[in-house]
């Protein structure tokens, strides 16, 4: 048994235990449900809203490369030269994506964490929408600067900020994960060019599903010569684990040696560059799969909508916000019941009582699938007691005009 822990460390277990464990009836946290998903189970979990996960071109570039390079390569990047498959991959993102420059990092949180250390400092104000990632808030952490929070979507309320604190550094996502909805991206460049500020785009759930070949909701918008950086986590539409920047090549030349995550931490290693490579060209040529999603979500969107659910989703990830832990678990069980998996989220990533369960959808879902998950949502809405969440009154007292 290793030894007893100072009283210090012990006060400080305790005390996070009981803010973000708080096992619910099943003595579990409320994020972890009753059952795992058995056979026919409808699973909205997962972020491969391509449905390209198990594709065979992935497989089979991955399983080339262990077969004749092997896992050589372990080290971090900065002992990498000009030519090596990583350089080749990133030279082909920044193509598609139509920025100068890409760095390839270890996960979507090394390359937020990592790209705030480097450009944030201490004293500058970083402009930050209250819904966006928590990376990005460690990230200012990391750099000792400090954020000045907006609220959700409200470009307004960011330019008033700016008013007051000064030039400093902009971030938004362009697609919320939490509830599915798209980011005014015409203003927050506007404001932010206003302004002199520096602009960050977090389009780590819009990459892949939006834009010519899935090049993301910037390019789609026209905006990829007007944004200074865009950050992506390779583990959502591009379904491997790593994550991106898009930036000028000056600042991409630099940033292995500059960003800690990206020093000192081991770099991908061949067959998972060459697993995203593969990914790369799958995504530029999935189209039919683009327009399978988009359609799904609209589908499932507007049948939620007319059960009267609260929906603010504008994507493919649609979520019914139950608010209240109690209401949120009740909801996750009933789902459970009828064999629907969608994952809870709650605070810190979302804010305290604003609970909800997402359905992250994707391309591969048939109609029936869809239709059944509805018909679900129809029979639970009396036992969830959805007519008393706040959601839902909401929604209740806009369509009645007040
Ligand atoms: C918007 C956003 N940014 C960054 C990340 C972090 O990505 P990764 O899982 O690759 O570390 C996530 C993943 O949850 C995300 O949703």
Redesign the pocket.
Known sequence: MPPKLPDFVDRKLKALEEESFKPRKNGKPLVVGNKAPGPGAVVLQS?DYLNISNHPHIYSEQIRVLETIGKEMVMSAVYLFEGSEKSVFEKNMAEYAGLESAVLC???????VGLLQVIADVGVPVYIDMF?????WEGIKAAGAYAVPFRHNDIGHMERLIQQHGQGITII?S???TIGDIAPLDDFIDVTERYGCVSVV?E??SLGGYGYKGAGLIHERGLTDRVHFI??????AFAG???IIFSSSHFARFFPYMAYPAIFSSTLLPHEIAGLQATLEVISNADDRRVQLHENSRFFREGLDALDYNITSQSYIVSIESGLESDTEMLRDALEEHNVFGSVFLAPATPKNRSLIRFSLHSGMSTVELEYVLKVCDEIRDKTGMWDWKSTKKKVLSKNGR
């Open positions: 972020n270890q996960s979507g949180w090394a390359a937020n966006a990632h928590m990376s990005l996502d697609l919320y994960s977090d780590s759930h950050t992506a986590s390779l583990a959502k684990r790593a994550g």
